[in-house]
């Protein structure tokens, strides 16, 4: 669906009981219920135009390890690889190997599907749809009514333009430039900023780059750098409960429909800002999360997580681009609740 077609969040149709802003059955078509949300942003004309940005012969992987985190997560398991010999799975007598992944999808980077979190006062995940085990447990994607990661093959993956804003580095270079030194002079992501708008914006601006429909928004603040190897320091931050992050208020919300953004994602835990602040300003808790219900349940856009951006700010850097081609492909199982993007940034 071209973007000239979308209204903007204020102009967005009424859904009964539903907030203004819930763009429910704005994808819907020949009267079925829309299950990939604003990936239909992605027209052909929008896949050629990202076709541009690939010129340079330059790929940049954006995923973390699986078994990146160096310390446990409740109610998350660590990841498990197994290897095995033909021999030993009695599957010949020849000599090679086979291996087995057990793992969380929302341990590293990953993908959020538009079941991940609902809009909580109903319950009720993207398009009006109540989420079970049982309808998950579809045995085909064919079959599946749930708007998870799996449809997105239909789709043929996400393929699109990617907008890379390096909070980061924007940051520590500002800060240098006013004469700051050491730690007064480097952004730490758990210091638990809260990156507005006008941030974002100012960020674009300096770097060069423009928003367009259908772009995927990758936003840097360097968390997964520090996850990997903490230091003490860290550890003692860690447990203020601080994640820097997109500022989670209605604002936020309305920008980033009315930019028209196939997806967001970035190497922060949740996107947003941690702990959510409730509507009075004072601190929350997870169940305060204003982004994720927004994106996830009310707009149908995806979020992505603990990105490895690392490689991808250095490449901007030095090559003074922050735009490219942008790919994606999530697992291929009827369901998928969470998966590793297997994202590229291709240059």
Not at 129 to 140: C, D, F, G, Q, R
Request: hydrophobic letters at 40%; a negative charge.
């Amino acid at each position: 669906m071209d973007a000239s077609d979308i209204p903007d969040f204020d102009k967005l149709p009424k859904v009964a009981d539903m907030p203004q802003g819930c763009a429910w059955g704005i994808f819907d078509k020949d009267g079925k219920k829309d299950l990939l949300g604003t990936l239909n942003l992605v027209t052909q004309s929008v896949v050629k135009a990202a076709y541009s940005e690939a010129r340079d012969g330059v790929s940049i992987s954006l995923n973390w390890p699986l078994n990146a985190i160096p310390f446990p997560l409740p109610g998350r398991i660590a990841p498990t690889h197994k290897q095995m010999t033909l021999q030993e799975t009695g599957l010949s007598q020849g000599t090679g190997w086979d291996d087995e992944i057990h793992f969380n999808t929302q341990l590293s980077s990953q993908w959020d599907s538009l079941v991940h979190w609902q809009h909580q006062p109903s319950g009720l995940a993207y398009n009006g749809i109540s989420v079970s085990k049982e309808a998950l447990a579809a045995p085909n994607t064919a079959a599946n009514t749930m708007p998870t990661l799996d449809h997105w093959h239909s789709a043929g993956g996400l393929v699109t333009r990617g907008v890379f804003i390096d909070f980061k580095e924007w940051t520590e270079k500002r800060a240098k430039s006013e004469g700051k030194t050491g730690e007064d002079a480097t952004f730490h992501p758990l210091d638990g900023h809260r990156i507005t708008v006008e941030e974002i914006e100012a960020v674009a601006k300096d770097q060069g780059v423009d928003f367009r429909p259908g772009d995927v928004l990758i936003i840097r603040t360097g968390l997964t750098e520090v996850l990997q190897a903490p230091r003490p320091e860290d550890f003692a931050k860690l447990q203020n409960g601080k994640i820097s992050g997109m500022h989670g208020v209605l604002d936020s919300a309305k920008w980033l429909w009315n930019k028209h953004f196939a997806a967001v994602a970035g190497d922060s835990w949740g996107f947003e800002a941690l702990m959510p602040l409730k509507e009075d300003g004072t601190p929350g808790s997870p169940n305060d999360l204003v982004l994720h219900p927004w994106l996830l349940s009310m707009f149908g856009m995806p979020i992505g997580e603990l990105w490895d951006l690392k490689a991808l700010s250095e490449h901007c850097k030095a090559s003074g681009r922050y735009s490219f081609l942008f790919t994606s492909v999530p697992l291929h199982i009827p369901g998928l609740i969470g998966s590793p993007p297997n994202a590229l940034a291709i240059f």
